[in-house]
């Protein structure tokens, strides 16, 4: 009785191992089965496994080299090999998938905090608007895309990098909001980006400050709401309006509304 309980003070049922090490018993018998890493001790009549503290280690490194995506064969290669230049070289192309990793993770960090910004303003309205409403908003910079006319998900991501591009040699001299929209005249539609920084370039447009006539609405329902929009202004003005403006508004991950804009002043 007295060496059983010497050796449980010395060994770890899978559980205990599994908790001491942040996985799952499952995943420790994963690594038995496939040689990576086995119990000091099996009961031979139980089948239980028991770890010894030498055995935690070992899953612990197998643990780290796992967040290094190494594949499980390659972590069975490092811990059998004895020659350090092949182990260097391995963690050195880790470093680099790393590093790598790290880059993607910033930039997913931004378009995560982009996209609170933008659900917790959305959050913060008052109250939804619906029918046709007034704003009065700010002269807005806009630069019109040489290419994209309508948003996918797919042009959405990264969508600025498609306007510093199109600058060219001044990219350096432009700043933009993270603001998508359309504009539309008799010429067709263009996505747009809004400048906060510029130089006069082709495809540079300024939106008057001023009373804008304003309707929320989907994809399909844009055609009809700007030409609703286009028919009221028109009524309230005199003359049919040149152009309309359509600003992508977030209404779920994947999904969006517009808010057309009809400038009646």
Same mark, same amino acid.
């Given at each position: ?27 420790? %018998?994963?690594? !038995?089965?496939? @040689? ?26 197998? %643990? ?31 470093? @680099?998938?790393? !590093? ?45 895309? !040489? ?119």
């Amino acid at each position: 009785h007295k060496s059983q309980e010497i050796f449980m003070k010395n060994f770890y049922s899978i559980k205990k191992a599994a908790e001491l090490c942040k996985t799952t018993a499952e995943t420790l %018998r994963h690594y !038995d089965r496939i @040689g990576l890493v086995h119990p000091s001790d099996t009961d031979e009549w139980t089948g239980y496994r028991y770890y010894s503290p030498d055995d935690i280690v070992r899953i612990n490194t197998v %643990r780290a080299l796992q967040s290094m995506d190494f594949s499980l064969k390659e972590i069975k290669d490092i811990l059998q090999t004895k020659n350090f230049e092949k182990i260097i070289y391995m963690l050195d192309s880790a470093l @680099g998938r790393a !590093d790598r990793k790290i880059e993607e993770l910033k930039e997913a960090k931004q378009k995560i905090l982009r996209a609170r910004k933008q659900y917790s303003e959305k959050q913060a309205e008052s109250q939804p608007r619906e029918g046709i409403y007034e704003r009065t908003l700010p002269q807005r910079t806009i630069l019109l895309s !040489d290419k994209l006319t309508e948003p996918t998900v797919e042009n959405l991501t990264g969508y600025l990098r498609h306007f510093f591009a199109q600058t060219g040699e001044n990219a350096d001299k432009f700043t933009f909001e993270d603001i998508a929209g359309i504009y539309t005249d008799n010429d067709g539609a263009r996505m747009f980006a809004v400048c906060k920084n510029y130089l006069t370039v082709p495809g540079l447009i300024f939106l008057p400050e001023g009373r804008y006539l304003c309707a929320m609405c989907d994809k399909a329902a844009r055609p009809a709401a700007e030409e609703e929009l286009a028919a009221r202004a028109e009524e309230l003005c005199g003359a049919k309006p040149e152009y309309s403006i359509s600003i992508l508004t977030l209404t779920g991950i994947l999904n969006w509304e517009y808010e057309v804009q009809v400038f009646i002043e």
